[in-house]
């Protein structure tokens, strides 16, 4: 069984800066792509476009280029997330994310963590 536990939300001011953390237990595969998928207030659930793969990172779009940084500690078992320059609208929670590549994008998700909150205030 694979869990997921994020940590680092928290409320920041526009500008800002916060470091997401998330512990991964269990067994893993090498093939797997890692993520982040977020949920503002009365949205469904969109994934961060930027995805950690076995080939390297990948942006989705331009949206958090230059904002976020995603990386992995395989040691560790550990996923981040660092956001910087946060604007209102990152405001959502934050939910780390195990998933599934093809053709080197993410295709779906395959597990999930129960999420942090970020909050970004103007």
């Known amino acids: 069984q694979v869990s997921l536990v994020e940590s680092g939300g928290g409320s920041v001011q526009a500008g800002g800066s916060l470091r997401l953390s998330c512990a991964v237990t269990g067994r893993t595969y090498s093939n797997w792509c890692w993520g982040w998928y977020r949920q503002a207030p009365g949205q469904g659930r969109s994934l961060v476009p930027i995805?950690?793969?076995?080939?390297?990172?990948?942006y989705d779009d331009d949206s958090v280029k230059g904002r976020f940084t995603i990386s992995r500690d395989k040691a560790k078992n550990m996923l981040y997330l660092q956001m910087n320059s946060l604007k209102p609208e990152d405001t959502a929670m934050y939910h780390c994310?195990?998933?599934?590549?093809?053709?080197?994008?993410?295709?779906?998700?395959?597990?999930w963590g129960q999420g942090t909150q970020v909050t970004v205030s103007s």
């Open positions: 995805v950690y793969t076995s080939a390297g990172i990948t």
């Open positions: 994310a195990a998933g599934e590549c093809r053709g080197g994008t993410w295709w779906r998700a395959l597990h």
